[in-house]
């Protein structure tokens, strides 16, 4: 079974609307971190925003929000008030514990979004 | 620098050949982690070290590749015997703590481009 499912290869977002990227993850482990990435045409991976699998808030940093619903296993990120610059590869990812007891992480297939002005 | 360096940025070899690739991570920064990225995907995790010691390298796909970080900070992806499935971005990745504390993000160095012809 996949890790990490994000099952929309390409979104499109009008400039200045919220968009919602989907995450869907599968593990064992009770600790567990959920982080997003975006990667632009460029080629550089940035770190976005990171949720703990024992935060009981959602995660938020600036206009990135993780909307975190742990029973059904979602990390979807949502972007507010999106700008040309957010067109990107965006990929979630996870770090948990594999049967021998090291952190893994894993990525997902990412979700390329394009920003229309 | 303030950020992971890895060198050399290109790297184009013939089949058969041996390469080595490096990565200086951030100053510091416990643990160090491996990735191969194929165009258009998420980066696929190899293996990964905290100081000095290789944690986990499940993620290797086969023996021709090895990796180590023998003072704790400058690592090295060697893969022996290049094939062209070899070809992807290598990408290496620092945090300053590991395993027990999920919440240390990883910065991403720029990626070393192999292409083994």
């Known amino acids: 079974a996949q890790k990490i499912t994000q099952t929309q290869p390409g979104m499109f977002v009008q400039e200045k609307e919220a968009v919602t990227l989907d995450c869907t993850y599968d593990?064992?482990?009770?600790?567990?971190?959920l982080f997003w990435y975006k990667q632009p045409s460029s080629g550089e991976m940035i770190f976005l925003i990171y949720?703990?699998?024992?935060?009981?808030q959602n995660a938020t940093e600036g206009r990135y929000s993780l909307n975190f619903q742990k029973a059904r296993k979602s990390a979807n990120l949502v972007i507010s008030a999106s700008q040309l610059g957010d067109s990107a590869m965006y990929f979630c990812a996870m770090r948990d514990r594999n049967s021998g007891g090291y952190q893994k992480v894993t990525f997902g297939t990412g979700t390329k979004l394009q920003v229309i002005p | 620098g303030a950020g992971v360096s890895q060198s050399p940025r290109y790297k184009v070899t013939k089949r058969g050949q041996d390469v080595a690739l490096r990565c200086d991570p951030i100053s510091g920064h416990v643990s160090l982690y491996w990735y191969r990225q194929a165009l258009g995907q998420g980066p696929e995790f190899l293996t990964y070290f905290n100081y000095e010691a290789q944690q986990d390298k499940s993620g290797l796909p086969n023996d021709r590749f090895s990796a180590e970080r023998p003072e704790g900070s400058i690592s090295t992806l060697t893969i022996q015997r290049t094939e062209q499935r070899d070809s992807a971005m290598y990408r290496c990745a620092s945090s300053r703590q590991s395993g027990l504390t999920p919440s240390y993000e990883q910065y991403f160095g720029p990626g070393t481009r192999l292409t083994v012809t």
């Open positions: 593990t064992s482990d009770q600790s567990y971190g």
């Open positions: 949720q703990g699998s024992y935060d009981e």
